[in-house]
């Protein structure tokens, strides 16, 4: 099946059953791919949980992909400390990536940290998504720190990426 960007809606607001559903997704399609374990589906949830008691519609954002009536995509954005936001939880399905659809996600996450006013951004990621950091290198973020873990069930390294973004002064 050839999938048309334009047919892939995106919308800003959670809807019931999406927050069990978006860790799911993570869960199965990191576990499929990656060989994650229970503790990656944990994180997730814990995560995703933070973000919805602090949820603040003014700073923060959720883009949740839909095609055909089915979550294909996601990414979330949330306020930090010092006028910072961290992207996380972005995610695409396996049929949905190579249309665009990502670039199309970190545009609009770019545009709204611009919106809102944010002075950095930061993100975690693992070294086993090199197309990821290769995106998120090419919106200007930079690999700041990198450590082992074995936080997710399997040997990896945990890789931070941060933005520094022209004041609006």
Request: hydrophobic share 40%.
């Amino acid at each position: 099946m050839k999938i048309n960007l334009e047919e892939i809606a995106i919308r800003i607001h959670f809807r019931p059953t999406d927050l069990g559903y978006v860790i799911y997704l993570h869960g199965k399609l990191y576990r499929e791919e990656y060989g994650y374990g229970e503790a990656f589906e944990a994180y997730v949830s814990d995560g995703l949980f933070e973000f919805y008691k602090n949820y603040d519609p003014r700073i923060d954002r959720v883009w949740i992909c839909e095609h055909q009536g089915r979550i294909v995509g996601f990414l979330l954005l949330m306020h930090r400390a010092h006028n910072t936001a961290q992207l996380r939880y972005f995610l695409l399905d396996r049929e949905y990536r190579g249309i665009g659809l990502g670039r199309r996600l970190m545009d609009l996450y770019m545009s709204f940290l611009q919106e809102v006013g944010y002075s950095a951004a930061y993100l975690w990621t693992t070294d086993d998504l090199p197309a990821a950091a290769h995106l998120y290198m090419s919106y200007g973020f930079k690999l700041t720190e990198e450590r082992d873990s074995t936080a997710f069930g399997i040997p990896l390294k945990e890789r931070r990426y941060d933005l520094a973004l022209a004041s609006k002064n």
